[in-house]
């Protein structure tokens, strides 16, 4: 399956210091997280900031963004997306979610989660996606 995780996911990992359950969602061979440069970009400017700072370390930042490029495929957005989502800085998130023809996009973002689904993308929580992972076996 094909998902992508907004930036909150990204750093409600970090600053939970979940980064061990991130790598196993993306060592599973029925999952293929998807990002670009633009969701890169804004986990740098999100955790750059000084609330985010009060819990985590550099080494901390560094190693999540590790992960993400060793782990996700990095795509240039090919599509731009039109939606009446609430927030348009989201609209990157769903032209990622067409260019790679996403399954899921997992968000804590009302903004994004209020839509539902996108073209054929799903949106959905985090909690939703571990219990879809956990019934269709996260580890293979």
């Known amino acids: 399956m094909k998902v992508i995780f907004d930036c909150n996911i ?14 196993e969602m993306l ?3 029925t999952v293929e997280v998807y990002s670009c440069p633009q969701l890169m970009a804004e986990v740098v400017d999100v ?42 800085k989201d609209l990157y998130l769903l032209s990622l979610a067409e260019t790679v023809g996403a399954d899921y996009l997992v968000s804590g973002d ?11 993308t799903q949106l959905i ?4 996606f571990r219990r879809l992972t956990d019934k269709t076996g996260k580890n293979g």
């Open 27 to 29: 060592t599973s061979p």
């Open 47 to 88: 955790t750059g900031r000084d609330k985010i700072r009060r819990y985590v370390t550099d080494t901390d930042v560094e190693d999540l963004l590790r992960i993400i490029r060793a782990y996700c495929r990095n795509v240039e957005l090919v599509h731009k997306a039109k939606s009446a989502v609430r927030d348009p």
């Open 125 to 128: 929580k985090l909690s939703d």
């Open 110 to 120: 009302s903004d994004l989660l209020v839509l539902g689904q996108h073209k054929n």
């Open 10 to 23: 990204w750093v409600s990992f970090l600053i939970g210091h979940y980064l061990t359950e991130v790598r």
